[in-house]
């Protein structure tokens, strides 16, 4: 009887034997979605330009690397609460008309550029206290809104190509690089920038910047780099843009795009010396050159048209420290998104100067001996004359 109930059970638990291991082996086959690119045990995940419009199914929760980038993602929120080691996540260029809700507090880098997104509020940047980069460049922006002491580990902010008047108030406080460049900036409102100590570049070229008031960059301590080209400063209005010209002449700061100066480049007193403030049109020679001349040479245009021909895109692969002070170009780097542009010309730290010395000509050897031989010549018939004169005047007495 015994041996009759034992055949009769194993028969019986060999189909959910494989019923299990069916089900596992689907499982496993299925940790890297179909359409997608996984490496580093599945955690490293490339789905961009897929195509798509939901998030892929099958996706590891404990993946580090998400790239969504370059698809037709409308919705996110909600989708990606769960995938708490999530650390960069890319849904850059995609149909997103807002930030996504309920995104992992455990991530470090987000980058979201080329979508539709007009405002951030509040809520979407609160408990992201591990966030170290964010990138939402190349959107629709007009309005962001931090609250005070979040984002406290955010390093790199990329808020270029975008429609904001106003540079950002309350901004994280140990933000080093902020970029906003190519918008529509008008003013920086008093204080705006005054707890951003430890901010070394600060990009805000291109945009709609006139005047800014006497002390818009007096408390940033940490400034290294600041471009200022690409705006339509009020150069003849010289009682109010004073001020902005003697800051540039006391910082430490590199100052690229100088407003009213014929250099490309100003500020770093203790590399420089003088500069000649040009209040006219910035690539004119300076007055009385001739350029007709064969040796002369053109004096270096001003960066203030198009010397940056793309924004700091946020990118920590890049190494965000190397600024040269001299060399072959001007080259600015941020952590973001490829950045590395050059100006078109060869920069100088040298202090130009007006002084101009009286030119000299060469006397040829055959010129030389001409002249020497007319002097002693007309020597010769003085003292001829002169020995005349003094006889004839003997005879007469």
Not at 54 to 59: F, G, M
Not at 121 to 148: C, G, M, P
Not at 338 to 365: M, N
């Amino acid at each position: 009887m015994e041996r009759i109930r034992t055949a009769n059970t194993i028969p019986a638990s060999m189909p959910a034997n494989l019923l299990l291991l069916l089900l596992f082996g689907v499982h496993v086959g299925a940790i890297c979605p179909p359409m997608c690119a996984c490496s580093r045990g599945h955690r490293v995940v490339d789905c961009s330009a897929r195509g798509l419009g939901i998030l892929p199914d099958s996706l590891q929760h404990n993946i580090h690397f998400l790239n969504l980038s370059h698809n037709r993602l409308q919705d996110l929120d909600g989708f990606l609460v769960h995938f708490d080691h999530l650390r960069t996540l890319d849904i850059s260029y995609n149909y997103l008309n807002h930030f996504p809700v309920g995104l992992p507090r455990s991530l470090w880098d987000v980058r979201a550029s080329g979508n539709y997104i007009r405002q951030l509020v509040k809520n979407d940047t609160a408990y992201h206290w591990n966030l170290q980069s964010l990138d939402l460049s190349h959107n629709q922006l007009e309005r962001v809104v931090f609250i005070n002491n979040t984002l406290s580990s955010l390093q790199a902010l990329n808020l270029s190509y975008n429609k904001f008047w106003t540079v950002p108030t309350n901004m994280p406080y140990n933000l080093e690089i902020v970029d906003l460049s190519h918008n529509f900036l008008l003013q920086i409102l008093p204080g705006s920038l005054d707890r951003l100590l430890r901010l070394s570049r600060f990009y805000l070229h291109g945009n709609r910047f006139t005047l800014l008031s006497e002390d818009t960059f007096s408390r940033l301590e940490g400034l290294q780099l600041l471009t200022l080209g690409d705006n339509p400063w009020a150069c003849e209005d010289e009682e109010n843009i004073n001020h902005l010209m003697t800051w540039m002449q006391q910082t430490h700061a590199k100052v690229l795009g100088c407003p009213c100066y014929t250099r490309p480049t100003c500020g770093e007193v203790h590399l420089s010396t003088s500069r000649t403030w040009h209040s006219a049109a910035f690539t004119e020679p300076p007055l009385g050159a001739d350029s007709r001349n064969p040796g002369y040479q053109a004096p270096m245009q001003a960066v203030t048209s198009g010397y940056m021909s793309k924004s700091a895109l946020l990118n920590v692969h890049h190494n965000p420290s190397d600024i040269n002070a001299t060399g072959a170009g001007e080259q600015a780097l941020t952590m973001g998104g490829g950045f590395l542009t050059s100006t078109p010309h060869t920069l100088s730290t040298h202090a130009s100067t007006t002084i101009r010395t009286r030119s000299t000509k060469k006397v040829l050897p055959g010129r030389a001996q001409s002249t020497s031989h007319q002097i002693h010549k007309s020597i010769s018939e003085n003292a001829i004359l002169s020995l005349l004169c003094t006889a004839m005047i003997i005879n007469a007495l």
